[in-house]
Nanobody
Framework: VQLQASGGGLVQPGGSVRLSCRAS???????????MGWYRQAPGKQRDLVAQ???????YSANSVKGRFTISRDNSKRTVYLQMNSLKPEDTAVYYC????????WGQGTQVTVSS
C-alpha cells in the first residue's frame, strides 16, 4: 500500500484547506475495514494523531483541533480527507494519513504552512 497525501500549501491564519490521502494498492475490503487517521509532525517534534475515523464512520479529534478539523472518508475511492478550518500558525506541520496500528508504510505527507 502506498499513501499519497495532497492538498497542503501556504495558508493565512484563519484560512481553510482540505487535505486528501489515497491508499493506492489497497484492496477495497481492507481499506474499508480499517480505522484511518491523520497525523502531523512539526519540526523537532514527534508525530501525533490529529483525527481518526473508524471503519463504521465514528470520528475522533485531538483537543487542539476539535471544532476546527473534520475527518471523512470515501471508501470507494480509498481516500480519507481532512477539512481544516480556522487555521493557526501552530497547525504548521507535515500531515500524513495512515491506518491504525500496525501502520502501513508512511507516505511523504503534505506540508501545511500557516503564516501571514
Amino acid at each position: 500500500v502506498q499513501l499519497q497525501a495532497s492538498g497542503g500549501g501556504l495558508v493565512q491564519p484563519g484560512g481553510s484547506v482540505r487535505l486528501s490521502c489515497r491508499a493506492s494498492g489497497s484492496i477495497l475490503s481492507v481499506f474499508r475495514g480499517n480505522d484511518m487517521g491523520w497525523y502531523r509532525q512539526a519540526p523537532g517534534k514527534q508525530r501525533d494523531l490529529v483525527a481518526q475515523i473508524t471503519s463504521s464512520g465514528d470520528t475522533y479529534s485531538a483537543n487542539s483541533v476539535k471544532g476546527r478539523f473534520t475527518i471523512s472518508r470515501d471508501n470507494s475511492k480509498r481516500t480519507v480527507y481532512l477539512q481544516m478550518n480556522s487555521l493557526k500558525p501552530e497547525d504548521t506541520a507535515v500531515y500524513y494519513c495512515n491506518k491504525d496500528k500496525p501502520h502501513w508504510p508512511w507516505g511523504q505527507g503534505t506540508q501545511v504552512t500557516v503564516s501571514s
